[in-house]
């Protein structure tokens, strides 16, 4: 039961932050998930990759609401979307792959390291110069393979590398985090597919788990992070920005200390 609550208040929480910053949630999700697999008794080996295969899946349904309630708003650019999605579902499935070839403490020493990066960027608000980039087709298809790969490794959404992209090739913030809204979905749906094909069969797998997705996990956090990610959305045009970007950066520094510690 206490497990349960986790992965609801867990879902809640990534929800929440998916509509707010569009970031879909998975730098919560994987350390929570990581803490929650240690304690359940999974294998070393494999915790890890569990965490960052569920929390890709886990980022579908999120992914379409926080999208839906941007798109209602005009917050989506789906010309970007078109220009960058090719690559990203390449990404996405490459970085799956690579990740499998990581062993677990590896994996979550990568997974600390990018947390805290976040946590800087975040924190003292280091972004690239907005408006000044004008890449060609291919070059924001490229773009987008770099930031499929790097988010299915972390088992993100790619809000924090989208986000800031988009917003360096001349996009408005409100039309950066939708459309980063919109580009967590393939991501999502391919990273999943990549580690559910990568961890199929493998014999350490706990019970209820296909590949490297623990469907209980999944469950439980999909049922609150649907409703949570449009309440995110909504909110982000309410409350202030930067207030809550310094929380979250002092959260994310807390989580990667401990990613790089443990």
């Not at 990581?34 to 295969?53: M, N, R, S």
């Amino acid at each position: 039961m206490l497990t349960l609550v986790i992965y609801l208040l867990l879902g809640a929480g990534a929800g929440l932050l998916a509509g707010l910053f569009g970031i879909g949630g998975g730098l919560i999700i994987v350390p929570v998930l990581v803490l929650t697999f240690t304690a359940l008794g999974f294998p070393a080996e494999i915790l890890v990759h569990l965490a960052v295969g569920t929390s890709l899946a886990t980022i579908i349904p999120t992914s379409i609401s926080s999208t839906w309630s941007h798109h209602q708003r005009g917050g989506v650019s789906w010309h970007w979307f078109k220009l960058m999605a090719p690559g990203i579902l390449l990404g996405a499935l490459l970085g799956a792959w690579t990740a499998s070839l990581l062993s677990g403490l590896a994996l979550q020493k990568i997974i600390g390291v990018f947390v805290l990066l976040v946590a800087v960027k975040m924190a003292f608000n280091l972004n690239p110069p907005a408006g000044t980039a004008n890449l060609s087709a291919p070059g924001m298809s490229v773009a987008g393979g770099v930031i499929g790969w790097a988010s299915a490794i972390f088992g993100i959404g790619g809000g924090t590398l989208s986000v800031p992209f988009l917003t360096w090739c001349k996009a408005a913030m409100h039309k950066a985090v939708g459309t980063s809204a919109a580009l967590g979905l393939p991501i999502a749906i391919f990273g999943a597919l990549g580690n559910l094909w990568t961890g199929w069969g493998h014999p350490q797998l706990p019970s209820g788990a296909s590949g490297f997705i623990f469907w209980p996990a999944f469950i439980g956090i999909v049922l609150m992070s649907v409703p949570f990610a449009r309440l995110g959305a909504r909110l982000a045009h309410q409350l202030p920005e930067k207030l809550l970007k310094k929380l979250f950066a002092l959260l994310l520094l807390v989580v990667g200390v401990r990613f790089l510690l443990a």
